[in-house]
């Protein structure tokens, strides 16, 4: 069984910034594509970004990531496999940004964005107010 974990959600103004953590406990961390979802209550879970696992893809850094369009230029999704971490770092950030955001691992990237048998985190909470 796998477990993440994520961190680092909170209050943040309009216009700043907020780092998320999700840090995972399965060793083969290294193999798994991973995601961030947001739900605003009432709502569906959206895809946010999603990162392919190391040496998938041709680009020069070895990875392939996604985004939704609404995010894009404002966050990054990265990963440290030495820590089996992923990072979203989310800057100008806007209210309507504010969500649960959850964390998600499967073994494609075509698979985390379309999630289903894969592993959630239990979602940390990002506020974005004034």
């Known amino acids: 069984q796998v477990k993440l974990v994520e961190s680092g959600g909170g209050l943040v103004q309009p216009g700043g910034s907020l780092r998320l953590s999700c840090v995972a406990s399965e060793v083969f961390f290294t193999a798994y594509a991973m995601g961030w979802y947001r739900q605003v209550r009432g709502k569906s879970r959206e895809l946010v970004a999603a990162i392919s696992a190391d040496g998938v893809s041709p680009n020069p850094s070895g990875f392939s990531t996604k985004y939704a369009d609404s995010v894009k230029g404002r966050f990054t999704i990265s990963r440290d496999d030495a820590k089996n971490t992923v990072y979203l770092q989310m800057n100008s950030l806007k209210p309507e940004d504010t969500a649960v955001y959850f964390c998600?691992?499967?073994?494609?990237?075509?698979?985390?964005?379309?999630?289903?048998?894969?592993?959630w985190g239990q979602g940390t909470q990002v506020t974005v107010s004034s």
């Open positions: 998600y691992g499967d073994h494609s990237l075509v698979r985390v964005m379309s999630p289903s048998g894969g592993y």
